[in-house]
C-alpha cells in the first residue's frame, strides 16, 4: 500500500472535497546499496557537519537561507505554514483550461488523489463534470514547504495531480541551436518531407503502454541471478528502518455550495470563475 503524502481538500467554488494525496509513481529499478569493498559494511547517507565531519541528527538540523553577505535567516516550519497558511492544507483549483494548451515540458510529476470520509460523491462530480467539459484544472498546492503548480485531471476511476514547473524553471531554448522553423528556412524538400510522412504513418500504432519494458533492467536482473546462482555473493550485516501514517474527514449540502459557487462567480466576487488570485 503506498505511503499517504499529504492530505487536505480540493477547492472548488465553495464546494471543499477531502483527499488524500499518493504517489502515482513507483521506483522499480534495481536496488543497489552501497557497500565497504574491504568490509562488505553497508554504507549509509548521513547528515555531516562540514565543519567537524561529524554527523548530527536530524532534530538539531534548521532550515536557512544565505544571505548576500554570507549571514544566513533561520526559518522553522511553524514560521512557513503561518507566513503562508491558506494553501498548505489545499489544493486550490484557479481556472480550468483545455489539456492540449499545457506542453509537455511543464509535467512534473503526477499523484493520485483518494477521496477520504464521506467525500465520494462530491469527487466523482468534479470528475464527470470535467470529463464532460473535456478540461482540467489549474490549481496551486502546498507540499514539503515549497509552493506547486499543478493539474487536476480526471484519468479513469482517479483525478490525478500533476505538478507542473514553473515558467521561470524552464531554460529558454533560444541559449541553444536549433534548425530554423518551417521547412523552407530548415532547407527541406517537398519530397523529402513526403517520404519523412509516409515512413511516420507506417509506424504509427496505438499507445499500449504494456508494450514497452526496461530491457536494461531485465539484462542486468539475468546477470544478478546469474552470479546468485554461480554462488558469487558476499555476506553483508544489515542496519536502518522506516515510518508510517493516519486518515480521517467530512462535506456538506453539494447542491446548495454548487449554486453559491456559481452565484459568487457571476457577481465577480470569487470561486472558480471570479477573480483570480495575483501572482506573486
Not at 464521506?118 to 489549474?138: H, Q
Not at 493516519?246 to 452565484?263: F, H, I, Q, W, Y
Request: net charge neutral; glycine share 8%.
Amino acid at each position: 500500500m503506498a505511503r499517504i503524502i499529504w492530505k487536505g481538500a480540493i477547492s472548488f467554488g465553495l464546494v471543499h472535497v477531502p483527499v488524500a494525496l499518493y504517489p502515482a509513481t513507483r521506483e522499480d529499478d534495481i536496488d543497489f546499496d552501497w557497500l565497504d569493498k574491504r568490509s562488505m559494511d553497508p554504507v549509509g547517507y548521513q547528515r555531516i557537519n562540514k565543519r567537524t565531519g561529524r554527523a548530527i541528527k536530524k532534530e538539531d538540523i534548521v532550515k536557512g537561507v544565505k544571505q548576500d553577505d554570507g549571514d544566513y535567516v533561520l526559518i522553522s516550519d511553524e514560521e512557513i505554514k503561518a507566513a503562508y497558511p491558506q494553501t498548505t492544507q489545499t489544493i486550490e483549483i484557479e481556472a480550468f483550461v483545455t489539456a492540449a494548451e499545457i506542453p509537455f515540458l511543464f509535467l512534473e510529476r503526477p499523484f493520485y488523489l483518494e477521496p477520504l470520509g464521506k467525500a465520494a460523491k462530491v469527487y466523482a462530480l468534479l470528475r464527470e463534470a470535467m470529463l464532460a467539459d473535456g478540461s482540467i484544472g489549474i490549481a496551486r498546492v502546498v507540499m514539503h514547504n515549497k509552493q506547486h503548480l499543478a493539474a487536476l485531471i480526471p484519468s479513469g476511476p482517479a483525478l490525478l495531480l500533476n505538478t507542473l514547473r514553473w515558467p521561470d524553471e524552464i531554460r529558454p531554448w533560444d541559449e541553444l541551436k536549433f534548425p530554423a522553423e518551417g521547412k523552407s528556412a530548415a532547407g527541406i524538400k517537398d519530397a523529402e518531407l513526403k517520404m519523412a510522412r509516409q515512413l511516420i504513418e507506417e509506424m504509427k500504432t496505438q499507445w499500449q503502454a504494456d508494450d514497452y519494458h526496461d530491457e536494461f533492467k531485465a539484462a542486468i536482473g539475468t546477470l544478478i541471478a546469474a552470479k546468485a546462482e554461480a554462488g558469487q555473493t558476499k555476506r553483508v550485516t544489515p542496519l536502518e528502518a522506516t515510518p508510517g501514517e493516519e486518515s480521517g474527514s467530512n462535506v456538506v449540502d453539494l447542491t446548495d455550495l454548487l449554486k453559491r459557487s456559481l452565484a459568487a462567480g457571476k457577481s465577480g466576487s470569487g470561486g472558480a470563475g471570479g477573480s483570480k488570485r495575483k501572482k506573486a
